[in-house]
């Protein structure tokens, strides 16, 4: 990002997706409910014009996430939070992701409010 460009952050905290990701098969025939918090740092539009064409909308960015992590099984939450950081470079007005991944049952012997990921990637 240029140093004389304005930015801002977009945060999308607890978007939950039901998927059929893991290293199980139970994990991959009965699915579960994940959680994703981003954080979209992006180049901040220089009108000041209050028109949805002049910014990045964050449900473009939802429905990107949702179609890339529903889309296909993966074993690994690294995998699926690095895919979906990939599919965010479609944006060009975004110049860095954050993305925290977290299984919120996760099939192991011990009580945990989630497991996950977090991961990050500039553009």
């Known amino acids: ?13 607890g978007l939950r997706l039901f998927a059929y990701h893991g290293v199980h098969p139970e994990e991959n025939k009965l699915g579960q409910e994940f959680e994703i918090d981003l954080i979209l740092s992006v180049v901040r539009p220089s009108t000041k014009d209050d028109h949805l064409d002049q910014v990045l909308s964050y449900w473009d960015a939802m429905k990107t996430v949702k179609t890339v992590f529903t889309g296909k099984t993966f074993k690994l939450l690294e995998n699926a939070a690095q895919t979906i950081l990939d599919s965010l470079s479609e944006y060009p007005q975004i110049k860095h992701a954050e993305i925290n991944l977290k299984k919120l049952t996760p099939p192991i012997p011990v009580s945990v409010d989630f497991v996950g990921v977090i991961m990050e990637k500039t553009y």
């Open 1 to 13: 990002m240029n140093p004389h460009q304005e930015a801002y952050k977009i945060n999308i905290k």
